[in-house]
Every structure is written in C-alpha cells, then in structure tokens.
C-alpha cells in the first residue's frame, strides 16, 4: 500500500524554528556605529521599518558560484588552529572581491550547517576590515545567536548590552529570549519577556510559542496555560505552533478530554490547518493514556499529510507504532519509506531499531543493524547504544561487551551513555568494581556537563556495597558523584539514598575503621 502525498509545507514546533523566524527580517537603511569586544566586530546596523516573515529569506536563495566555493572552503576546516579569516584573507589576496551582502550570505550558510564557530568568524572578520561593511540587524541578531552558540550565555548578554538602544528591536530581544529558553533560564527569560511586553514587542505568537517551549521542558504547564490566556486577552491569534504546543501540554498532564477540548478549538479557527505534528501530539497521548485505536486512527492521518521530501514525519510514526506495540505497522511504514527515499538517515534507522528493541524482536533490530553497517555515512554511537541496552537489560553481558568492542574496531566513539549502559550489566552480575570503572569512563567520554550517571544505578550501587559492606567502592562511588558534579546538585542526590555526611566524606573514614575494629574483635 503506497500512500499519497497533498503537498502540505510542515515544521515542528520547536525552538530552532523560532530561533529561524526571529533571524531573518527584511532591512533597510539608517546607519548606526557599535564598537564591541570579545571577538565582535565593529557593526554598522541598517535599521528602519523592518518586515517580518517566517522564511529563511537570505540563504534559501542560491549563492553565486563562486560564493558556493567559498562556503566549501571554510566548511571543509577541520584544523581547530585555523580560522574563517584565513580563507577569506586567501580569497582577497586570490582577488576575489568580497561584498558585506555575499558575506553574510556566507555567514548564514556556514550557521544553518552547523558550523556555528566559523560564521561567527566571518562576521568577527567582517569587523575588523573597519568601515568597509555594513551589516543590518538581521545579521546583529545573527551573530548574537552565533555568541551564545559558541561562547557561552553569559557573553550573548554582554553582546546585547553593548548594542545601542535604538537597534534593539523584537528581533534582537527574541534571539536572546530564545538564547535564555535554550539554556533553561528562567528568571532570565521572564525578565526579557517583561522588557518585550514594556516595548510592546508582544503583538505575535512568536515569542509565546518561545516562553512556552520554556515552560514545557521545565513540566510547568499552568505556565503555559498563562501564556494562552495573555494571547486569548491581548487578541493575539494563536498560530499552529500555539496549539500544537498547548495541545502537548494537555496531553502531557494526562488529560484526554482538555487535550480534545483544544484540539476542537483548533479545528474551529480557519486560519489553522491541522498538519502532521498536531497529529502525532493527539497519538502520543493516546498511545500513552492506552487509547491505541484512537492513537493509530491519528497516525493514519499523519501519514495523510506528509509531503514527498520530508523524512522526519516516518520516524514519528515509526516511534509511536512501537510505542503501540504494533510491530507489522513499524514495519509497512519502514518499507514505505524505504521505497520512497534512496537514501535512510542515521535517524531512520535509529527510530526503527528502537521501536524494534522496544517489541522485543531482537532478531529484527540485529538485521537492521548489520543494514544500517553496510550503508550508513557516519557512525552513530546512539543505535548501537540500542541493543547494547537490551542486551546488558536482559543478562548478555557478554553480547553488550562484545559489541561495544566492535564499535571500538570500527572507529566509533563510545559516548557517556553507552560506558553507563556497560556498568548497568555488571551491576545485575553484582560485579561493582566493573560498574564503577565503566561508570568512571563514562565520566572522562563526557562532551558537555549535562550527563550524569542515572540516579537509580548509583542507588543500587550503594544498596549492594552496603549489603557487602564494602567501604572501598562506596569511597569511589562517592568519587565519582563529586567528579560527575551530583554533588551539588541537590535534586539529583534527593533521588540517592546517601546522608550529606557521606557524600562530604565525613562518616566514610569512621565506617571503614569500624569494620577493621569488627573483623579484629573476630580474629581475636
């Protein structure tokens, strides 16, 4: 069964596509004059009344030939030693004339590939050629997204405060909202919200849709009940992005019949199309709250509204039929899509063996596995964390060791997680050392400080040294916590059964005298 497709536009309701939206008015003219700091550039800001759109309008359009060459050059930079400015001064002194306008161009090419650290140089080489270019506030709101990506928060900020008042429009505000929601600030966040709505800056959904994405990763759903009332008060329209999120908020709570109330909202408001993502929202709920003909009857629909060149509605799809347990649709849906794309992303197969992994067809995810070998780009550490999971879960240490071995062999970097889920095998084997060296590597594999070891792995760590009485590995267990950063994070050690005084050290000493006086008191 092929499906057909109605040409529908779709995106997720995601931050990155509000982040997207706020970067890119139209601008004009008016020149003002900034000199910054901290490898930001002199910028001469174009300013007057500015016309907002939705669209990536700047660098969907083709660059010039010889602009692609130049965005190849600088993309192909794999040496941390060198910089944008190198091959832009190498294009000058090949005689390449370099217009602001290409340039930014440039700039925002290198950004929607991710490579975050060389358009901020571009622009940073901008600023130093002096007057030379001028650079509107589309591109300041650009490069302050491009600080916060790749210096920190805290010098995004100090970008902002050094740009003149009069330049500070919804744009520049909305990219440091969407810095502060992407960082979990929250007092921050509603600080600048406050600013905006003193600035009458709060006429859109845009910067709603922003403070409720905020509100929805911190689970703090009357928050965004809040935000749809100022919208409903203020006779701001809610956009699909609006409701597909008031819409994962009902149904996060739990609530099928809130949940069905906003979706009839929905479906009375003319300008609103339903598209695929409200549909997957209304299945998710479903599918959790154990509604899985009403869930399937949903995905069917997703299904209706996917458009020939998107890929990522199949892996929702996909993902929630495992979610159903419905493993004949999770492979229809696999071959559908698999007919209609050549070429599967590292994604596709990630969703696929998941949902396989999830249905127990063990056998199923191995065979997608050795497919995926055979055609994947790149190596992507997260699918074989899949069936190393389900094996060390299910009492194959061994098959989990001998895999991650292969990942090794294979070139793949083995990431904080996948040393967690090797420890979680030895913790079933009640083998404590093994757990907490492969603990303490995942440690050292971090990339960023947002992991740390699972909370119910360090619980039944210490529930086995203190069943064992093993005072040595509570010493290292505690080490690595302080190492990890759970320490202090009073949260997180709410949820380990482990007194302020051990976690400081304090009592350690003291038990471990107390179990040499208990076996000299036996020998004696």
Known sequence: MLLQYPILSVSLSSTSHYSLSLLCPHNNSTTIQLQTTHKIPLIKCSTSSNTFTNKAVDYEKKLPGEWKAVVKRISSINDPDKSSACVLNQCENEGIKLSGYELSRVAKQLRRFRRYKLALEV??????????????????????????????????????????????????????????VQSKMTEKAEYLINQMRDRGYMFEALPFNVMMTLYMKLKDYNKVEMMVLEMREK????????????????????????????????????????????????????????????????????????????????????????????????????????????????SGYYAVISSLVRLNDIQGAEIMYKEWLSVKSLYEPRIANLLMHWYSRNGFAGKAKALFDEVV????????????????????????????????????????????????????????????????????????????????????????????????????????????????????
């Open 123 to 180: 622009y940073e080489w901008m600023g130093n050629q002096g007057k030379k270019f001028r650079l509107s506030t589309s591109d300041a709101a650009i490069q302050l997204d491009l600080v916060a990506k790749v210096h920190g928060i805290s010098s995004a900020e100090d970008y902002f405060r050094k740009l003149p008042e009069a330049i500070r429009d919804k744009y520049i505000y909305g990219t440091l909202l969407n810095a502060h």
């Open 235 to 346: 006779q701001v329209p809610l956009d699909i992005y609006s409701f597909n999120i008031w819409l994962s908020s009902r149904g996060s709570q739990g609530s099928i019949e809130k949940t069905e109330q906003v979706f009839e909202q929905m479906k009375l408001d003319r300008t609103i199309n339903p598209n695929w993502t409200t549909f997957c929202t209304m299945a998710t709920m479903y599918i959790r709250l154990g509604q899985i003909k009403k869930g399937e009857e949903c995905l069917k629909k997703v299904e209706a509204r996917i458009t020939g060149k998107d890929r990522s509605p199949y892996h929702y799809i996909i993902n929630l039929y495992g979610m159903a347990g419905n493993k004949e649709e999770v492979y229809r849906v696999w071959n559908i899509y698999k007919y209609i794309f050549p070429y599967i992303p590292n």
């Open 409 to 524: 062999e294979m070139g793949g970097k083995p990431t904080s997680i996948t040393f967690e889920i090797l420890a979680e095998g030895h913790i079933q084997e009640r083998r404590i050392s093994k757990a907490l060296s492969c603990l303490n590597d995942a440690v050292l594999a971090r990339t960023s400080q947002v992991w740390k070891p699972k909370p119910a792995n360090m619980s039944a760590i210490l529930e086995i040294c203190e069943q064992e009485h093993d005072m040595v590995n509570k010493e290292v267990l505690v080490g690595l916590l302080r190492r990890a950063g759970c320490i202090e994070d009073e949260a997180y050690m709410s949820q380990i059964p482990l007194s302020n005084s051990t976690a400081n050290g304090e009592l350690l000493m003291e038990e471990r005298i107390d179990d040499d006086d208990h076996d000299g008191h036996e020998q004696f």
